[in-house]
Every structure is written in C-alpha cells, then in structure tokens.
C-alpha cells in the first residue's frame, strides 16, 4: 500500500532534478531565478518618474564575427556599443570543405556552433552522432589513421551595459582587470557578463602531424549582473510592446510595434548568431530566431521562419536554409 505514494515521490523527484539540471545547462550555471523577483525582496516603492532603467532599452547581438553589440530599442536602433570576444569569429572551418564518400553518394560535414557535426548532401541536413566533445575526448578510438588535437575554451567578459567599456576579461591563464592604472575599475550601473565558449577540434596525420582539416566553434551566453544601488526594479518601464524579429543569415533586426509596424531595423555586416533583450525584472532573456516572422503590413521582406540554418562563413559569407528530415 505504501509503495505507490513512494514511486510517485521517487519520480516527482527525478522530473525536479531534471528541470534543475536542464535549467542550470540553459543558464550556464549563474542563476536567475523568480526567487530574485526585486518584489520578493521587499525592495521599496519608487516614485514613477525614475522609472525606465537604461539596460532595458537595449537588445544585445552576437554576430559571427564573435562581436556582441548593444542596439538601443528606441532611437531607431541605433548601436550604443560593440565589444570583441576572442578568439576569432565564431566559425572557422576547414571541414566543410571536405567532400567524403558514403555509398558512391557525396557528403559534406558541417560544424554547428555548438559543436554538433552535420551531413550534408545537397538536398537533406543529418546530425551525425559525433560532436566536438566526444571526439577530443575519445580520438585514439574512432581510427588509426588519424589523431585528434584541440580543446574547449571558456573566456568571461564584463561590460558596462552603460558605455561599452570593458572592465574585466578571464580567460583561461588569468582575470584581467583592464582599467590603466592596474586598479579595478568600480562599475556604477548594471554590468553584462559575457560568457564565450570555444570548442576547436584538429584533424592530424599521426605519422607527420599534418593537418587534415579543423573546425573552431563558438557560443554566447549573458547575463546581467544588477546595479546594486538600483531600487526602482518594479516601477521598470518595459519595452515589451515592442517586437524583434530576426533574419539570421542578414545580419538584419528588425523592431515591430503591436501592430506589426516596423519601427527600425539595423543590418550587421554578419550573421546574427543569437540577441537577448532585458526582462520586466532584469532578467536576460533569448529573442526567439526562429519565430513566426509574418506581418500583417509587409513592408519589408521577411521570409518563413526556417528550421535550421545552414551557412558558410569564410571571407565572405554564402548562405542557405535548409530543413531537418
Ligand atoms: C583551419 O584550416 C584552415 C585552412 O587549412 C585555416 O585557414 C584556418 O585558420 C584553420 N582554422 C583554425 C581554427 O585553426
Ligand atoms: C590588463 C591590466 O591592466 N592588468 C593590470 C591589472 O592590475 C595589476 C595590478 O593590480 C597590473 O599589474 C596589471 O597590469
């Protein structure tokens, strides 16, 4: 009779631990949760007139040419700042250029930014159950004619949400205060953290040291860590009405009203890899790239929403869409 309410327990149990997990891994382990909720935090009531925090008027961008950028909501989408992240664009490869033979049938490996591969063979995308990860970890095991050299790297960026300027970068040999004085620098308003992860994978003759091919792929993560003098949270003008449409392979943002009105759009010189804009109460949240993009008033060209993206970036960029079978 006891057994039942047990399994149950058991199993409400495990779905915690997985949202957790699956939380965590979302978040790149610095968390923000609703217990932060400033209304939770009996932070007190501020009068309405110093209501609109900077930082969520802004919608940051990574582009592949490892740049994020901060674009100011109003104001036409103007770019208050633009910071580099090392090292290198988010996609350098030399994979792809590789045509292998499956079954008298040509194919193509393409690296996805988060170190998945691909197959390609010109008409249909297959994830290839081999990714980055794995490949460093096992290379002796998967052949002998061929030696994998290479790693992950994680490099952490603090940014003046308010100016653009760099306050500190750690990268894997130390944390670098960037201030000239050798002092660190004392932020006065809310800081953007920027977390980039690079993962790059060599290919080696084992006889010679040869390099077959390489593929380096990166990701962004943000978050904000919150003025601490800031108290007026929850009277936060949002920016919510406002909606953002993105056409990845462009580079082009696009801000619509409610009523599908396009606002402003600002086009980067690449690629737009991921954007996030700031919440009712500062939290960073990811704008959906793959979102409907019909408007009611098609004034611009916004093509339907693909699946998947599928792109070359090398001096210059080619693109295509193509759709998972
Ligand atoms: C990969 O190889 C190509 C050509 O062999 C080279 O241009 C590129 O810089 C390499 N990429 C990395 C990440 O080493
Ligand atoms: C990059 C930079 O400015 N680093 C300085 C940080 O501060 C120490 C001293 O505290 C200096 O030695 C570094 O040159």
Not at 228 to 244: G, K, N, R
Request: aromatic share 8%; charged share 20%.
């Amino acid at each position: 009779m006891e057994l039942l309410p047990l399994v149950i327990r058991y199993i409400v149990f495990v779905c915690i631990l997985v949202l957790f997990w699956t939380n965590c891994l979302a978040s790149g382990g610095i968390e923000t949760t609703e217990e932060n909720d400033p209304k939770d935090l009996g932070i007190p009531f501020c009068a309405p007139e110093v209501s609109k925090r900077q930082v969520n008027g802004l919608v940051f961008v990574s582009t592949m040419d490892g740049k994020i950028s901060a674009l100011n909501l109003e104001d036409g989408g103007s770019q208050k700042w633009s910071i580099e992240t090392g090292p290198g664009p988010m996609l350098s490869s030399s994979i792809h250029n590789l045509e292998l033979s499956n079954n008298g049938q040509w194919v193509r490996m393409i690296p996805s930014l988060s170190g998945g591969l691909y197959k390609m063979n010109g008409k249909s995308v297959e994830a290839v159950p081999i990714n980055a990860e794995n490949l460093l970890k096992s290379s002796f095991r998967y052949s002998d004619d061929v030696i994998i050299s290479g790693g992950m790297e994680s490099r952490t960026y603090g940014v003046d949400s308010a100016t653009g300027k760099l306050l500190y970068e750690c990268s894997m040999a130390s944390c670098d205060n960037q201030t000239t004085q050798g002092q660190r620098a004392t932020p006065v308003g809310d800081v953007i953290l920027i977390q980039r992860q690079t993962q790059t994978v060599r290919a080696i003759e084992p006889r010679d040291g040869t390099e077959r091919w390489n593929f380096s792929v990166g990701q962004h993560e943000l978050k904000l860590s919150p003025d601490p003098s800031a108290s007026c949270h929850d009277t936060v003008a949002s920016y919510d009405e406002i909606v953002l449409k993105v056409i990845v392979p462009d580079g082009l943002i696009c801000a619509l009203d409610s009523a599908g009105t396009v606002l402003w759009k600002h086009t980067f010189e690449y690629p737009v890899v991921s954007a996030w804009r700031v919440g009712r109460s500062g939290e960073i949240k990811g704008v959906d790239l793959f979102g409907g993009t019909r408007t009611p008033e098609e004034k611009i060209y916004l093509p339907e929403s693909p699946v998947l993206y599928v792109g070359m970036h090398n001096k210059q960029v080619r693109q295509a869409r193509a759709h998972i079978n």
